[in-house]
C-alpha cells in the first residue's frame, strides 16, 4: 500500500482526491469517494449556501470518513460558502479559480486543512506564505478552468518551490499516470474525468457515453480572451463558443453565451447547449465503474507501475 505525507495529514487510506467538479461532485459522490478510501470533494461550484449544505449534510449522512468541499472563487456566493465551510465543521477546503487568502484565517482557527489547486510557482509561493496545507498543481490537460503548464512540466517546479505536499491533478485516469507523478515528487493524484464515469456520479446518461466513447482528439479550450480558458469536450456548443470567441462578439454577450451550459449538460445531456467539461484523459476511461473499483485499479496499477519501472535501472 502506497502511503505518503498526505494520507497521514487527512487520515485517509489512499492519497487519492476526487476533483471538485461544478453540479458533478455531489454528497453521493463524495462519500463514495471517501468510504472507498480516497478524499470525496463536494464542488460548491456557481452554487448558492443552501444547495451547498444540502450536499454536505448528505455526505455526512453517508460516510464518517474525511471528505472536503471545492471552492470556487469566482462564484458570487463565495463568501456565503466560506462562512459555511466552518458553520458545518468540513475538514478539508479546496480552492480554485481565484485566491483564498482573506478567507484563510477564519479556516485555519477552525481547524480546516487547506489546499489550494494552483496553475503557477507563484501562486504556489503566495498559498505557502498565506498558511496553505498542501497544494493541488494542476495541468492544463484536466478539464474545467485551465492553466498554461502542463502536469509534467507543473509539478516539480512546484515541488521545488515549496516544502508543502504537493497533490498531482490534470491528465491522471489510471495507475500508469499516477505512477509518473509521484516521480515527480507529488504525494497523491485527483482525479476528476476518471470519476465521470462512477457509478455513483449523477451525470446525464448522455454526458457519461460521451466520456466512455471519447477518443484522443477529444477536446478543446475555449475562454482565453476572457481570461479564464475551460477544457470541455468537442459539441456544438464549444465549436459555436470558439467562433463567437474570435468573430468579435463583445465579451458581456460572450460571458452570457456560456451561462448554464455545464448545467445544461449534466442534467439534461444537452448536445446542442450544453458544456461537457472534461480533461483530455478522458479516451482511457472505458467503462461504468463505482469508485471503489476506479480507486483500487488506480491505486494497483500505480504500485504495479513503481516496481516495473525498476526492470530499467540496474
Known sequence: ????????????RYPLFQGGMAWIAD???????????????????????EYVKGEIRKAKSLTDKPFGVNIMLMSPYADEIADLVVEEKVRVVTTGAGNPSKYMKAWKDAGITVIPVVASVAM?????????????????ESGGHVGELTTIVLV????DATDLPVIAAGGIADGRAAAATFLLGAVGIQMGTRFLS???????????EKII?????????????????????????ARRYQEAEYGGMPDEELEQLGVGALRKAVKDGDLENGC????????LVKKEESAEEIILDVMQGCEEALKGALKWVE
Request: aromatic share 4%.
Open 27 to 49: 454528497g453521493n459522490l463524495a462519500a463514495a469517494v471517501s468510504n472507498a478510501g480516497g478524499l470525496g470533494i463536494i464542488a460548491a461550484g456557481n452554487a448558492p449556501k
Open 213 to 237: 466513447k471519447a477518443n484522443d482528439l477529444c477536446t478543446m479550450v475555449t475562454g482565453k480572451r476572457l481570461g479564464h480558458p475551460v477544457r470541455s469536450l468537442r459539441t456544438n456548443f
Open 198 to 208: 462512477a457509478k455513483e456520479c449523477s451525470i446525464s446518461p448522455v454526458y457519461k
Open 124 to 140: 504556489a509561493k503566495l498559498m505557502k506564505r498565506v498558511g496553505a496545507d498542501a497544494l493541488i498543481a494542476e495541468g492544463g
Open 276 to 283: 461537457f467539461l472534461s480533461g483530455q484523459v478522458a479516451a
Open 1 to 12: 500500500m502506497i502511503k505518503t505525507p498526505i494520507t497521514e495529514m487527512l487520515g485517509i
Open 156 to 159: 516539480p517546479q512546484i515541488v
